[in-house]
């Protein structure tokens, strides 16, 4: 869904009324939704400092309409859904929250108060999914341990104490070997390096993929093994068989899924408030720079109508009001000493300002 916003200035018609009904029966042969915005009076400062702000407001809606999409593109991935019907509504009758951003500020204090809440919710968003995604990078590393084949399964389930031995001098190396392998594995894994226990392989499970085997060898010669090993496609399995271990690998799945469920929904909480809360800060940057780009198009004292369409046809909505207040050309009802920032003056929106949604 499109919007329009558009300001023009007072000498563009004869009243506020007569502009309003002719957008309402012209744009989009009258079946366009025409909303009137009333803007307050904000406290402006010199030109020179309007043209600063103009620049950094730009700067301003693009990052936080940006964050916007954001939020959409985090909730679609967690599932969540936000009722979008209240958002247009807020922006189509868009009034000044003097409560939050209160109108005895200057506009430079306005708009650092706006953009810093807004900024910085986006960078708490963002911190706070980037928690979740290792949660849940972290529960699919254990799922894949749980169903995996044995190159990559959790063995506290297939492992039993008496398979392991760790003595002063002895160890017990635990290989997945490609089913392909093991007769070949049978006839050379006593030689793959010195100190191997002679007919110490025992196997311990198998699966469509591979053979979980047993070997004991001599500490010593323990890395010269796993080299060999990691050379004749035997992946070595790192496992040390202790009871607190076992233990702890039976309730990293349980652990894994309750830390990514918390954080979930942590995360659905903050990302609903984060839409309507950097909405309503782009809102208001928004609505902002209309009034500051019409200061500086249209001149002072800040006369000028505000409207939010909501056509049907974007394209054709635009061509119509060129067409019809195309002659403003950025200059009617201008101040003359304007003319000096005419090459700065937000030139992408001429001949009036407005802005696409």
């Known amino acids: 869904m499109s919007h329009i916003i558009i300001s023009l200035p007072e000498t563009a018609g004869v009243s506020l009324s007569s502009v309003q009904q002719w957008l309402e029966t012209s744009i989009d042969q009258g079946s366009a939704e025409v909303h009137s915005v009333k803007l307050p009076d904000f406290k402006v400062a010199t030109l020179d400092s309007l043209v600063a702000q103009s620049e950094e407001l730009s700067k301003l809606d693009g990052q936080l309409y940006s964050s916007i999409g954001k939020v959409e593109e985090i909730l679609d991935s967690i599932g969540g859904k936000v009722n979008k019907t ?24 306005l708009i650092k108060m706006i ?33 995996g084949d044995l190159s990559v399964k959790s063995l506290h389930d297939i492992v039993k104490k008496d398979d392991y031995i760790d003595s002063e001098h002895l160890t017990t190396i635990f290989l997945a070997v490609p089913n392909s392998l093991v007769k070949e594995f049978y006839n050379t894994y006593e030689t793959a390096s010195p100190f191997v226990v002679p007919r110490s392989a025992r196997l311990l499970n198998s699966d469509s993929e591979f053979h979980l085997f047993a070997v004991t060898l001599f500490k010593k010669y ?13 992946i070595p399995r790192n496992f040390k068989y202790s009871e607190s271990t076992i233990e702890g690998l039976r309730n990293e799945y349980s652990q894994a899924k309750k830390d990514e469920f918390i954080l979930k929904n942590d ?27 019409s200061v500086l ?50 030139t992408d929106y001429e001949p009036f300002v407005i802005y696409t949604v």
Do not use: M
């Open 267 to 293: 995360l659905l909480r903050l990302t609903k408030e984060a839409f309507t809360e950097i909405f309503l800060c782009w809102s208001h940057i928004k609505f902002l720079r209309v009034f500051i780009e």
């Open 86 to 109: 209240d958002i247009y509504d807020d922006l189509e009758k868009f009034n000044w929250n003097g409560g939050r951003f209160r109108l005895n500020k200057s506009t430079d204090e």
């Open 222 to 234: 323990e890395s010269e093994f796993l080299h060999a090993a990691r050379e004749n496609k035997w």
């Open 115 to 147: 953009s810093s809440q807004g900024l910085q919710l986006d960078a708490d968003l963002r911190n706070q999914y980037q928690s979740y995604i290792t949660a849940k990078s972290n529960l699919n590393n254990v799922e894949r341990k749980q169903n």
């Open 297 to 346: 198009r249209y001149g002072l004292p800040p006369n000028f109508y505000c409207f939010v369409l909501k056509p049907k046809h974007l394209d054709a909505a635009k061509k119509e009001l060129i067409e019809k207040f195309g002659y403003l050309g950025g200059k009617s009802g201008a101040n003359d000493d304007l003319h000096e920032y005419a090459g700065i003056v937000d």
